[in-house]
């Protein structure tokens, strides 16, 4: 047994102590622990629980494989065709790729890790029983957690429902599903199908959510209601969850605490998908004056002194046709001006445009953004489940 004093570190904040570590644990706080093979000096650094990575889909990763550049379509359903594509020429074994990333994981303090893996009829349970494998070889290292994935859909493509319990059958603690509505077309058997099998296997529940607006609103109310009815409260997580981002205020309100009520948990990041949308909008009502609300409506950023973003003075020309100024506000010289972007235009070439995005993307570390984003949520599900 090796026996290792960390010297005056801060647990969690608090006051410094002395960290007795044995064979690679911690065993003790306190100055009396004994005699010990060696002393670190903590220098007062700050000591915090290892990092959770609370979503993953490590099946899937191309980590140490050579470059591609993005071959999909902008929908998430291209996405998925394209990984399907892409997959299909890839020889690495899976073990072998997720291994890589694991490791990458481990290696920059993450302790624990759930991670989705595919099931559908083309490799049935040969990604379940790949990651089951590395996840025992791993065991000392790292805590991975499986989800049984059905990203291609679950009712959609048949035989994938009984894949996925047979998933849970051969040691995969939960079940997940992917947009009961817009994937699944059938939210409702979607639901019953996942809650049925978790119900009657006593597993959890991860739901990928990616419709947006209402329609991802009115999921969130029924999942909620199937855990009601199910009591699997403090076992279901919606992934995601896109929609959130865009809603009202109080509707944001309502639907939180239902999901607090339930002990639903949330696994999300920022929402980069709201400005997109309103420029899809403004461009599909072609109303002159819709940027100004859509740079207004942004937190923290210059609003404009005047909008009218669905208001009555920009209304349809017909029934199909696109929206164009009817009243005085909206003629081009008596409108405010637009205010600045919320980043500059980079030049026009695509080639300066890439150089543009490299160099910003250089100055942020991505990882500790996502990072700080999935503690946010995390704080907010403890508080949710005290």
Not at 76 to 93: A, C, F, Q, S
Not at 104 to 126: C, F, I, K, S
């Amino acid at each position: 047994m090796t026996r290792s004093l960390l010297r005056a570190v801060p647990p969690l904040g608090g006051a410094a102590t002395d960290v007795l570590i044995e064979n690679d644990r911690f065993a003790a706080f306190g100055s009396t622990v004994g005699a010990v093979d060696d002393v670190i000096d903590g220098a007062g650094f700050l000591m915090l629980p290892g990092p959770i990575e609370s979503h993953a889909h490590i099946d899937k990763t191309l980590w140490g494989e050579p470059w591609r550049s993005n071959s999909a379509g902008p929908t998430l359903t291209d996405l998925i065709e394209n990984e399907r594509r892409v997959l299909r020429t890839v020889t690495t074994p899976t073990a072998s790729r997720a291994k890589a990333l694991v490791r990458h994981y481990v290696a920059r303090g993450t302790t624990r890790l759930r991670t989705h893996v595919d099931v559908n009829p083309e490799t049935g349970l040969g990604s379940v029983q790949a990651l089951l494998g590395l996840r025992e070889r791993l065991r000392d290292l790292v805590d991975i957690e499986l989800v049984a994935f059905p990203q291609r859909g679950m009712l959609i493509t048949p035989g994938t429902a009984d894949l996925m319990d047979a998933a849970i059958g051969v040691g995969i603690e939960t079940i997940g599903g992917i947009d009961p509505a817009g994937i699944g077309r059938d939210p409702i058997r979607h639901l019953e199908t996942i809650f049925t099998i978790a119900e009657r296997r006593g597993c959890a529940v991860d739901i990928h959510l990616h419709d947006g607006g209402e329609l991802g609103a009115w999921q969130i109310e029924r999942i909620v209601d199937f855990v009601a009815a199910t009591g699997l409260q403090g076992r279901t997580m919606i992934s995601h969850a896109y929609c959130l981002g865009e809603l009202p205020p109080a509707r944001q309100e309502a639907l939180g605490r239902r999901l607090a009520e339930q002990r639903v948990a949330l696994m999300t990041t920022g929402a980069v998908r709201q400005r997109a949308a309103a420029g899809a909008a403004a461009a599909r009502w072609a109303s002159p004056c819709a940027w100004a609300t859509t740079a207004s409506a942004m937190p923290g950023r210059r609003s404009a002194t005047a909008t009218c973003w669905n208001a009555p003075c920009c209304s349809p020309t017909a029934s199909t046709g696109p929206r164009t100024p009817s009243s005085p506000r909206c003629s081009p010289a008596s409108r405010p001006p637009r205010p600045a972007r919320w980043w500059p235009r980079p030049a026009a070439s695509s080639r300066a445009r890439g150089r543009w995005l490299a160099d910003r993307l250089h100055r942020v570390d991505l990882t500790k953004l996502n990072n700080l984003t999935k503690l946010i949520i995390f704080r907010f599900r403890s508080a949710a489940h005290a």
